[in-house]
């Protein structure tokens, strides 16, 4: 089959099952507060609302709000930089750090769900794809 033959049928599965992909990225707590939260606990260091930004493909005032609503709830800090007092850096708070711990969590436990109906070689040639096809997408 060609590429594009390929292209056509991979497009087609997205678009016939998109419900379960919408799950995937549902189940996984990928997008608003939760996203801020997980991907914080994930780089595990302070970050700048622009790196939020950038990473989480949202526009600046989406990441404005969602970090306002996770400071109002005690999850999220932000304060001034202590090199650049104009710049602003975030922080998990323990609240925001357990939070993330166990919606970390419930996402594992979800793809190890999926992981368990597959084989090991099947399960090895799926992480090795979607790494690749990420590496792809990320060039794009």
Known sequence: MDAMKLGETLWKVHVEHVGALDKIVERSHTRGESGVLLYLYHMNRPMYPGEL?????????????????????????????????????VTLTPPGEAAAREQNLQAVAFYTRIIDRLSPEEAQRLLDTTRHIVEIMEEE
Not at 59 to 85: H, S, W, Y
């Open 53 to 89: 930004t950038e990473k989480l493909g949202l526009t600046t005032g989406r990441v404005a709000n969602i970090l306002r609503v996770l400071e109002e709830a005690g999850m999220v800090r932000r304060a001034p930089d202590a090199t650049d007092k104009r710049r602003v850096l």
